[in-house]
């Protein structure tokens, strides 16, 4: 099993970046997929987060309005926009799969670093 993150970066503030997470090992159409962040000496929090086939999401009141979570399941890969990004937005970003119900399963990407200068 596999998650690589990419598209992290050094960006200012009110810039965009886009990060992908490829997923391989496993079906990927049967996971929830969500994003997470975790800035230093700060607990990781969740982001947003992607139905399996892409009918729901959910975000964090911190990134309404600014961020898009996405999937493509033909590609095992899930997305997030980020727009009107803030200094505050910085951290490592970690993308997740998981799988509820009977034989629960929960996989964690190595993480991509997001820095948003002032």
């Known amino acids: 099993v596999q998650l690589v993150e990419s598209g992290g970066g050094l960006v200012q503030s009110g810039g965009s970046l886009r990060l992908s997470c490829a997923a391989s090992?496993?079906?990927?159409?049967?996971?929830?997929m969500s994003w997470y962040r975790q800035a230093p000496g700060e607990e990781r929090e969740l982001v947003a987060t992607?139905?399996?086939?892409?009918?729901?999401?959910n975000y964090a009141d911190s990134v309404k309005g600014r961020f898009t979570i996405s999937r493509d399941n033909a590609k095992n890969t899930v997305y997030l926009q980020m727009n009107s990004l803030k200094p505050e937005d910085t951290a490592v970003y970690y993308c997740?799969?998981?799988?509820?119900?009977?034989?629960?399963?929960?996989?964690w990407g190595q993480g991509t670093q997001v820095t948003v200068s002032s």
């Open positions: 090992g496993f079906t990927f159409s049967s996971y929830v």
């Open positions: 992607i139905s399996n086939v892409g009918r729901n999401t």
């Open positions: 997740n799969a998981r799988r509820y119900g009977l034989g629960y399963k929960d996989y």
